[in-house]
Structures are given as structure tokens and as C-alpha cells.
């Protein structure tokens, strides 16, 4: 007798139940790390059994791969598709910092899965640091400092080394996000508050503007239209958005 072939509705149901696992181990491995999470509440949140989890994965540390993966590909698509746009070299390195600052935001799985192999590898335990380097920051580093260079070719930006600009974007960002704590204590003020963050991305918009363009008139434009054009997001919001680019 011919084996049955699967429908397409039995893989769009495969598919669909491999992606509830994965997003359940995201969140999971992002709060707990690798030796913390526990296998039963991913199955939980995803709403499968056990077994069904290992069928699709074979174990924990290769969904925890495939964890890792998905949410570089995330990234690397969130990142790429703004720095590939239609716009001028300074307007995209703008709304690039931008979306950094945003991810950061809404989707802190990235972040939270980067430190604990960070963590990882400080203390001498075999960890996916490399791995997560070559998937996200080999492919959109060379293109984010190309447009550094690009900018600066063309009089739009500030003759000043490209790896200068590219922390002065992007480190504010990153230690806004690392400081919290400190400067929760220091000000008495939450800056994760969506009212401070709001505040936040907008000084961080407008200084890039006035800071990396040669003609600050025109720096003050671009920020101003890319801070009409992007919302923030809620939290959660770009994971969705990520999810449709995939």
C-alpha cells in the first residue's frame, strides 16, 4: 500500500506547532538560561506535550539551538531590511538606532540570551557567543559601517571615524537599557516608564541629527521625520513584526 502523502494543511499544522514551541523556548531560555528553563513549561506554553516537544527538537540543547537561531534571524531581518532601504545613508543609519533602541525595548529576548552567553563564556563554560556573533553581528556590521563610509563620501555626514559613530549610536542605546537600575535609584524615576523611554528615543533621534550630519539643519529634518513615521512600539509589538518577516 502507498504511504499517505501529508496534506498541506498537516505541514502548515506541523509548522505551526514548531513555532508555538519555539516562542515558548524563547521565552523561556531568555528568563531561566539554558540550565535554568525546564522543558515542561515550554511544552506547557506551548501548549503540547512532552514527547511532541522532543519529536520536534531531540532535546533540550537542540532547542535551545533552534531557539537562538530564530531569534538571530529575527534580528538580522529587522536590522537588514532598514539598512537596505530606499533612503539616504545618514536617514538609514538614523532609523537603524532607531529600531536597535526599540528591540531593545519590546523584544528583550536578544538581549537577555547574549549576556547569559556572555556569562557563560566568563566563566569558562562552553557557550554559543561565537555562534550568535557570526548569525546577527558578521552580516549587518559590515553593511551598517559601509553606510557610515557612504555618508561620509557623500558630504551627508561628518568626516570622523565610521567605528566612532556607530558606538555613539548604538552604545547609548544599549547602556540607557544597562543603567536603568542605577539611575532608578539615583532619580527616583523609572526610565523603563514608557513616558522616559518615549523622552529617551527622541533625544537620542534628535542628537544624531544634530551630531553625524555636516548640515545640522538638515540632521534636525530627518530625525524629525523619522520620529513622525515610527511609533513605539508596545511591548511585544516588533516581536509580531518580526514574525511576518520570517
Known amino acids: 500500500m502507498a504511504k499517505s502523502v501529508p496534506t498541506r494543511t498537516q505541514h502548515e499544522r506541523a509548522d505551526h506547532t514548531r513555532a508555538r514551541i519555539l516562542d515558548a523556548a524563547i521565552r523561556e531560555f531568555s528568563e531561566n538560561g539554558l540550565a535554568g528553563a525546564r522543558t515542561e513549561q515550554i511544552a506547557e506554553a506551548a501548549g503540547v506535550n512532552k514527547a511532541l516537544l522532543y519529536y520536534y527538537f531531540q532535546g533540550k540543547?537542540?532547542?535551545?539551538?533552534?531557539?537562538?537561531?530564530?531569534?538571530?534571524?529575527?534580528?538580522?531581518?529587522?536590522?537588514?531590511?532598514?539598512?537596505?532601504?530606499?533612503?539616504?545613508?545618514?536617514?538609514?543609519?538614523?532609523?537603524?538606532?532607531?529600531?536597535?533602541?526599540?528591540?531593545?525595548?519590546?523584544?528583550?529576548?536578544?538581549?537577555?540570551?547574549?549576556?547569559?552567553?556572555?556569562?557563560?563564556?566568563?566563566?569558562?563554560?562552553?557557550?554559543?557567543?561565537?555562534?550568535?556573533?557570526?548569525?546577527?553581528?558578521?552580516?549587518?556590521?559590515p553593511r551598517l559601517l559601509e553606510l557610515f563610509a557612504e555618508g561620509k563620501a557623500s558630504g551627508e555626514l561628518i568626516q570622523v571615524d565610521e567605528w566612532q559613530m556607530m558606538y555613539a549610536a548604538l552604545g547609548a542605546n544599549v547602556f540607557y537599557f544597562l543603567s536603568a537600575p542605577v539611575m532608578r535609584i539615583m532619580t527616583e524615576r523609572d526610565p523603563l516608564e514608557r513616558s522616559a523611554m518615549e523622552q529617551r528615543r527622541r533625544a537620542a533621534v534628535e542628537y544624531l541629527g544634530q551630531t553625524i550630519f555636516a548640515d545640522r539643519r538638515r540632521g534636525a529634518r530627518v530625525a524629525a521625520r523619522v520620529l513622525a513615521d515610527t511609533p513605539m512600539p508596545e511591548s511585544g509589538e516588533l516581536k509580531r513584526f518580526e514574525v511576518k518577516l520570517k
Open 61 to 141: 540543547e537542540a532547542l535551545y539551538a533552534a531557539a537562538l537561531e530564530a531569534v538571530a534571524e529575527r534580528v538580522v531581518a529587522t536590522g537588514m531590511a532598514v539598512l537596505e532601504g530606499k533612503r539616504s545613508a545618514g536617514e538609514r543609519l538614523v532609523r537603524f538606532a532607531l529600531n536597535h533602541f526599540d528591540r531593545i525595548h519590546s523584544q528583550r529576548a536578544f538581549q537577555n540570551l547574549m549576556h547569559q552567553e556572555m556569562v557563560r563564556l566568563h566563566r569558562g563554560e562552553e557557550n554559543a557567543l561565537a555562534s550568535l556573533v557570526e548569525k546577527v553581528f558578521r552580516p549587518i556590521m
